[in-house]
T-cell receptor, first 116, second 113 residues
Framework: AQKVTQAQTEISVVEKEDVTLDCVYE???????LFWYKQPPSGELVFLIR??????QNEISGRYSWNFQKSTSSFNFTITASQVVDSAVYFC?????????????FGQGTELSVKP | NAGVTQTPKFQVLKTGQSMTLQCAQD?????MSWYRQDPGMGLRLIHY???????DQGEVPNGYNVSRSTTEDFPLRLLSAAPSQTSVYFC????????????FGNGTRLTVT
């Protein structure tokens, strides 16, 4: 069965600090897809990034970067020079192959609080 | 662009009442799904559909029914509401590929008293 674990329930940092959100996943599939979503206090779910299981290149987008390591089944998310607007709940998710239903399985989420 | 539209935004029910949460998308997405969000538990999949006429159960299907008669609509029915169904419900859709991200509606906050 597929599972996503975000061990950090809450993280609090001061503005301009770097912060890493951890995500560990379990799956027996050789092809799978990993996602990160952001849920700001307003409540909507915003897609941030997608990574395929066969693409282990790290990705950087502005202050955001993602480190995907199949050897440790991890897909960690780093925010550099955090800002108050980064305060949100962040979800890591694993999507099963479409011929198995294409279900998106979420971790429990990490609530990030960035204080000025 | 409307995207995924959920109605109502808020609802209060008494135990035993029934209701339907509506979900519509205008992106011609094959895949649609319903999640519930509870504190500390992330989002849990209730039901999903890979196309019109096809539905299947997710992690927490008990107490909920769905149908998919059109590509655009995927209503979620609570047949006899229970306090344990108090939650925030999200509908989501995507193209029919597993690498396609889900697009979410803005959610329905349901309280069952």
């Amino acid at each position: 069965a597929q599972k996503v674990t975000q061990a950090q329930t809450e993280i609090s940092v001061v503005e301009k600090e770097d912060v890493t959100l951890d995500c560990v996943y379990e799956t027996r599939d050789t092809t799978y897809y990993l996602f990160w979503y952001k849920q700001p206090p307003s409540g909507e779910l915003v897609f941030l990034i997608r990574r395929n299981s066969f693409d282990e290149q790290n990705e950087i987008s502005g202050r955001y970067s993602w480190n995907f390591q199949k050897s440790t089944s991890s897909f960690n998310f780093t925010i550099t020079a955090s800002q108050v607007v980064d305060s949100a709940v962040y979800f890591c998710a694993l999507r099963t192959p479409y011929n198995q239903g294409g279900k998106l399985i979420f971790g429990q989420g990490t609530e990030l609080s960035v204080k000025p | 662009n409307a995207g995924v539209t959920q109605t109502p935004k808020f609802q209060v029910l008494k135990t035993g009442q029934s209701m339907t949460l509506q979900c519509a998308q205008d992106m011609n997405h094959e895949y649609m799904s319903w999640y519930r969000q509870d504190p500390g538990m992330g989002l849990r999949l209730i039901h999903y559909s890979v196309g019109a006429g096809i539905t299947d159960q997710g992690e927490v299907p008990n107490g909920y029914n769905v149908s998919r008669s059109t590509t655009e609509d995927f209503p979620l029915r609570l047949l006899s509401a229970a306090p344990s169904q108090t939650s925030v419900y999200f509908c989501a859709s995507s193209r029919g590929q597993a690498d396609s991200p889900l697009h979410f509606g803005n959610g329905t906050r349901l309280t069952v008293t």
